[in-house]
């Protein structure tokens, strides 16, 4: 798989609202021993425990409908490390999408699991659902995932792909429903900047995707 991808900008969210579940942006490939972001790292309270970090961390309890079932295969990892990465990177996901879901850019939930500055790019992605009126439904794997650590473990970069065959948007006023326009590739290469904060959680930093970029 390639780890090339395309530099995000405000004009880029509006497209992927367009292109139905875009996540995040674009994005460039982080070595081990330089991710970005590394020291971008801040906290946001909320609640529920998780074991990606320490057991006084509390966490919020993140809740999506049946209506939209977001599936997540081969998400382990053998190194503890490397799966406390995937365990919050899967959760700031999910947090993303019950934003859309609720009609929520302000989401807390999210807001736990990024950064300030990964935080803005959130609300700009969810802004692209909410500000049309739009949620989300269906189904969406998310799969391949990748974790480079850098040399201290302080940083990381996560990758994963998402088939958006049967994801579609719908309209909360018409009930209109869309799913991709025909001849669009389904498949959508992620790469999550993500630093660890004083409290062991790990947020995103920052977040870039590549559409077509998983067959790479």
């Avoid at 969210?13 to 021993?33: E, K, M, V, Y």
């Avoid at 970090?53 to 409908?65: E, F, T």
């Avoid at 939209?68 to 947090?95: C, H, I, Y």
């Avoid at 992620?190 to 959680?201: D, H, P």
């Amino acid at each position: 798989m390639a780890r090339r991808a395309l530099t995000t900008t405000a004009a880029a969210f509006a497209t992927a609202a367009a292109l139905l579940l875009t996540a995040c942006g674009g994005g460039d490939d982080a070595s081990s021993d330089d991710i970005k972001g590394a020291g971008d790292s801040s906290s946001s309270p909320s609640a529920s425990a998780s074991p990606s970090a320490g057991p006084d961390v509390k966490r919020p309890v993140i809740k999506l409908p049946s209506s939209f079932q977001l599936t997540f295969e081969n998400w382990t990892s053998s190194d503890p490390v490397e799966q406390a990465v995937l365990n919050d990177g899967k959760e700031q996901l999910r947090a993303g999408y019950e934003a859309i879901i609720e009609n929520d850019p302000e989401s807390k939930d999210r807001a736990f699991y990024d950064t300030k500055n990964g935080f803005l790019q959130s609300q700009q992605w969810i802004r692209t659902y909410t500000d049309k009126n739009l949620t989300v439904i269906g189904k969406l794997p998310v799969f391949d995932p990748k974790v480079v650590l850098s040399k201290d473990k302080a940083a990381a970069s996560l990758s994963y792909c998402t088939d958006e065959s049967k994801a579609s948007t719908r309209n909360r006023k018409t009930g209109e429903v869309k799913g991709n326009p025909a001849g669009t590739d389904p498949e959508v290469l992620y790469v999550i900047s993500m630093g660890k904060n004083a409290q062991g959680v790990w947020q995103a930093v920052s977040a870039r995707s590549e559409r077509g970029g998983c067959a790479k």
